[in-house]
């Protein structure tokens, strides 16, 4: 930053900064600390109401855009006041409570589920020196969040009192509990070479050394993905709402404004999600010296958009996966792999830190090694686990004749232990 | 001072509401609702660890209690059958209630004549470097056993789960023939069955 004066809104940090100055000169301290945490609770607000009011437009018009049709176009100009419409419906509706139902935790199930992102939003650097609390363990501090999200689902699930709701929730808890290991060990990566668990000083880090955490930890990127799209519950993983299935599990006996409460936070949690990612892997505010003169909150909000965005593509043009499908895919897949690229990059740290070669050149060699290592692992990890390609197959072969990984049919015991892999049809 | 008054109320209030939670999950009920009064005590002592400036040892609080093992209790909750879960009158309340505020009046003898040491307010530096550094350096070896025992409990949690290896022989009859315990057979697929919580019997 150049100049930091009060209208230097490269960071909205200076205005800010110069305002809790006067307070701190002219009034006692406490006065300062109150308001800095009402402007930043305040912002925080803002940002998630307006945000969840435009994604619901944006959503459905992105998604009518990937299925060849127009999303709502009738009220307001390009249906810009549906969202307006969609919270003035659900509001009149009668949000009913079934008789056998938890009222308590029922009515409480959607409030407490509001509380994980806003909470996240807290820690996350908007721009620079522009986070509401930049705690040393926000890193751990998101996860632990993350690991409550679980323990909300199964209490809207269970007060319910319908057995669909709570298995639509046991299953929604398994699934995120299995996708917040493989996110857990990404993230354990980015810790280990950024060294440091305080979103600021990552993103901190991403500047000195020029470059996205994305080129250096390709593996962690595609897995903390990959997991963020299943731990939100957005297609390909949407198995919690699969209503042919379930009958939109936890969510079933949710009407009118406490569903569209799931809804909202639905989207803000993918919102979130892009947020995260693109702190960790995209360089957060950074762009590569353009910060100077683009305002950082405003390439960090692009950022989070383009993020929101992957996963909204996602949900536009990918088929939705089996329960099992997922599981496994988390726990034999994703794991494995996330973990041994954990180790390699432990093991970078250290040779880096110990030959002292400079940053310069340092940077670019363990960009090519991890690429390297990437297809390494990918492909070795899926040979291990006894994936066959059918190359070429001339006709319809049944599942359970490849031997692919995801069989559904029961078959007797092998002659060798974890032999997945069956005499199939050779084709 | 406003440091001061920010911590005593904060203390206060944390504490109050562990305690609250706390009976709570004794007086209610509904044993679910006790375990979610549990899940509140944990969070209100991840919230007093926060007043020692103990950051990491928070943070990792929420994540290990209110993360992990409540949501373990539930799950062993959800495979009990419905009639016993209601925390019912017991004939031991009294001598419960006497034990208890023996327990209480003992802890709090010793908490009070205890000298503890005590360290002057202000910022400090993060505890996670330290914690990585001790356990790393000094306490390696316990925390490698720690590791082996956490081995130990998944391998034994994995074998008591594993009831029909499809190695096994099924009897004509039902029953399952003997078969050595410790046969590596291919990981079956458990698909949904594992998560259907009303039973095993259920198809």
Redesign the interface.
């Known amino acids: 930053m150049l100049l930091a004066n009060w209208w230097d809104l490269r960071t909205l940090a200076n205005p800010v900064d110069s305002l809790l100055g006067w307070l701190r000169d002219h009034f006692?301290?406490?006065v300062a600390?109150i308001v800095s945490g009402v402007i930043g609770a305040t912002a925080i607000g803002l940002f998630l109401g307006v945000a969840m009011l435009l994604l619901i437009w944006a959503e459905r018009r992105i998604v009518a855009r990937i299925q060849i049709r127009q999303g709502p176009n009738r009220v307001g100009p390009a249906g810009l006041l549906q969202p307006i419409a969609d919270a003035l419906k659900l509001m009149q509706k009668e949000a009913l409570t079934p008789r056998e139902a938890?009222s308590w935790?029922f009515w409480l199930a959607p409030l407490l589920l509001f509380i994980p992102p806003v909470l996240t939003l807290g820690v996350v650097p908007w721009g620079e020196r522009m986070s509401v609390a930049d705690?040393?363990?926000g890193l751990?501090?998101i996860?632990?969040?993350g690991?409550?999200i679980?323990?909300v689902i199964?209490?809207a699930g269970?007060s319910s009192s319908n057995?669909y709701s709570?298995?639509g929730a046991?299953?929604s808890?398994?699934l995120v509990?299995s996708y917040e290991l493989p996110a857990v060990i990404a993230l354990l990566s980015v810790v280990l070479l950024m060294g440091s668990?305080q979103l600021g000083e990552i993103v901190r880090w991403q500047q000195d050394h020029w470059v996205f955490g994305m080129f250096l930890l390709p593996v962690p990127f595609a897995v903390y993905t990959i997991s963020a799209l299943a731990e939100v519950g957005r297609s390909r993983a949407d198995v919690v709402e699969a209503e042919s299935e379930l009958g939109s599990g936890y969510l079933t006996e949710y009407s009118g404004m406490k569903w569209g409460l799931f809804y909202a936070v639905e989207l803000a949690n993918a919102l979130i999600f892009g947020g995260l990612i693109a702190t960790f892997f995209w360089g957060g505010w950074w762009l590569y010296g353009l910060d100077n003169f683009i305002p950082t909150w405003l390439i960090f909000l692009v950022k989070m958009l383009l993020g929101y965005w992957i996963f909204v593509w996602a949900r536009g043009t990918l088929p939705r996966l089996r329960?099992?499908q997922l599981?496994?895919f988390s726990w034999k897949f994703l794991i494995p792999l996330s973990l041994l690229f954990a180790l390699l990059v432990a093991a970078e740290v250290v040779i880096w830190e110990e030959s002292g070669v400079s940053d310069l050149v340092a940077v670019p060699v363990m960009i090519v090694a991890n690429l390297a290592a990437t297809v390494v692992l990918v492909v070795g990890v899926v040979r291990l686990l006894g994936f066959r390609r059918v190359q070429q197959p001339r006709r319809a072969t049944l599942t359970s004749e490849i031997g692919i990984i995801?069989?559904?049919v029961?078959r007797?015991?092998?002659s060798a232990?974890?032999?997945?892999r069956e005499p199939g049809v050779a084709e | 001072m406003?440091r001061d008054l920010?911590v005593a109320l904060g203390f206060w209030g944390l504490g109050a509401l562990a305690v609250v939670a706390a009976f709570g999950i004794i007086l209610t009920q509904?044993l679910?609702?006790a375990v979610?009064l549990l899940?509140l005590s944990f969070v209100a002592m991840a919230g007093l660890y926060l007043t020692l400036s103990a950051?990491?040892v928070a943070?990792?609080q929420?994540?290990i209690y209110?993360?992990?093992v409540?949501?373990l209790i539930?799950f062993a909750i959800?495979l009990t059958p419905t009639s016993s879960r209601i925390n019912a009158d017991t004939v031991f309340f009294g001598p419960g209630l006497i034990l208890g505020g023996l327990v209480a009046v003992v802890m709090g003898y010793v908490a009070f004549k205890t000298p503890w040491d005590t360290v002057e307010g202000g910022g400090f530096d993060?505890t996670?470097a330290a914690i990585g550094d001790g356990l790393t350096n000094r306490w390696a070896l316990p925390f490698e056993i720690a590791s082996v025992l956490l081995i130990a409990a998944m391998i034994g949690a994995i074998v008591l789960v594993r009831a029909d290896v499809?190695?096994q022989v099924l009897h004509p009859e039902g029953g399952v023939a003997d078969e050595p315990a410790m046969e590596?057979?291919?990981?079956?697929?458990?698909?949904?069955r594992a998560?259907?919580?009303?039973g095993r019997t259920d198809a």
């Open positions: 006692p301290d406490w600390y938890d935790l705690l040393n363990v751990l501090f996860v632990a969040i690991s409550v679980p323990l199964f209490s269970w057995k709570t298995l046991m299953r808890m398994a509990i668990m329960i099992d599981l496994q995801n069989r559904a029961a007797p015991a092998p232990p974890f032999d997945v | 406003d920010g509904n679910l609702h979610l899940i950051d990491f943070v990792a929420v994540l209110a993360g992990a409540g949501v539930i959800m993060s996670v499809p190695g590596i057979a291919e990981p079956r697929v458990e698909g949904d998560l259907v919580t009303s």
